[in-house]
Nanobody, 115 residues
Framework: VQLVESGGGLVQAGGSLKLSCAASGIYFKIRTMGWYRQAPGKQRELVATITDGYRTNYADPVKGRFTIPRDSARNKVDLQMNSLKPEDTAVYYC??????????WGQGTQVTVSS
């Protein structure tokens, strides 16, 4: 199983970025797809998740600014980030959680928001 993120980069505050995560080697249903982030010196934290039933959960700091579209047929999940703030700067990780409670992680993609 391999998860590959793309779409990170440098953006000015107020701008937008879309992250994408595509999985290969998965031949079973994924219960939850999500995005986490880790800023320098901080613990990894949840950003957003979406279940197989398309129920979403967003961390309070990103509510109203980020959305998490999911394409279950393609084992793909995006993170649309709008109105970005400098405090959104972090390495963003894609996560898939199987029905067997196995976690799969991507390698991470850097997002830097300049003020």
């Amino acid at each position: 199983v391999q998860l590959v993120e793309s779409g990170g980069g440098l953006v000015q505050a107020g701008g937008s970025l879309k992250l994408s995560c595509a999985a290969s080697g998965i031949y079973f249903k994924i219960r939850t797809m999500g995005w986490y982030r880790q800023a320098p010196g901080k613990q990894r934290e949840l950003v957003a998740t979406i279940t197989d039933g398309y129920r979403t959960n967003y961390a309070d700091p990103v509510k109203g600014r980020f959305t998490i579209p999911r394409d279950s047929a393609r084992n793909k999940v995006d993170l649309q980030m709008n109105s970005l703030k400098p405090e959104d700067t972090a390495v963003y990780y894609c996560n898939f959680l199987s029905y067997g409670s196995t976690n799969y992680w991507g390698q991470g993609t850097q997002v830097t928001v300049s003020s």
